[in-house]
């Protein structure tokens, strides 16, 4: 998982706004527990696209960070 998450890392300082690279290296953080940083991406995510087609789902997946960061 380092490595996709370098990679996705390097792929966003090219393409910044990619939403779906995004959403993929949230989901390589929360496979490394790395649940703040997973959040931030979510967060990112939902503000550079407020009319994403799975907006819902990326919602939900927010949510879920928070309460499992709170525990």
Known sequence: FQEAEQTL???LA???KQPHLRLMLANVLVKEA???DA???IDSY???NPDAPDRSS???T???L???IEK
Do not use: C, D, N, S
Request: aromatic share 4%; hydrophobic share 40%.
């Open 46 to 48: 939902l503000e550079e």
């Open 9 to 11: 890392m390097r792929a």
């Open 14 to 16: 090219i393409v910044p």
């Open 62 to 64: 927010r949510l879920q």
């Open 34 to 36: 790395k649940y703040k």
């Open 66 to 68: 928070i309460q499992t």
């Open 39 to 41: 959040l931030a991406e």
């Open 58 to 60: 990326a919602e939900t």
